[in-house]
Nanobody, 118 residues
Framework: QVQLVESGGGLVQPGGSLRLSCAAS????????MGWYCQAPGKQRELAAR???????NYADSVKGRFTVSRDNAKNTVYLQMNSLKPEDTAVYYC????????????WGQGTQVTVSS
């Protein structure tokens, strides 16, 4: 069973920054896909940013240029640096990993709340 533990959420003013962390119970060195999803109140969960085993990264159009996904393989931790935050970024942010292309399941963390408000 893969466990993901997110941290770093909170309340921030518009224009501010936060860094989310996701610590995995497995080695992330060769994971197939790993990243961050967000779910705003009343909306479906959607991709924010992720990286793939091929080395590419994908970002939602709404966060391009403001958010950066990164990883520390030694710590089995993935980060989401969120800059120039907007009220519409308010959501619960979930870490997700699909360990292998052959994995039947992907795994989710418990989520961390990010609130952008003055």
């Amino acid at each position: 069973q893969v466990q993901l533990v997110e941290s770093g959420g909170g309340l921030v003013q518009p224009g501010g920054s936060l860094r989310l962390s996701c610590a995995a119970s497995i080695s992330i060195f060769n994971v197939y896909v790993m990243g961050w999803y967000c779910q705003a109140p009343g909306k479906q969960r959607e991709l924010a940013a992720r990286f793939t085993s091929g080395g590419s990264t994908n970002y939602a159009d709404s966060v391009k240029g403001r958010f950066t996904v990164s990883r520390d393989n030694a710590k089995n931790t993935v980060y989401l640096q969120m800059n120039s935050l907007k009220p519409e970024d308010t959501a619960v942010y979930y870490c997700n990993v699909q360990p292998s292309i052959f994995s039947i399941n992907s795994y989710w963390g418990q989520g961390t709340q990010v609130t952008v408000s003055s």
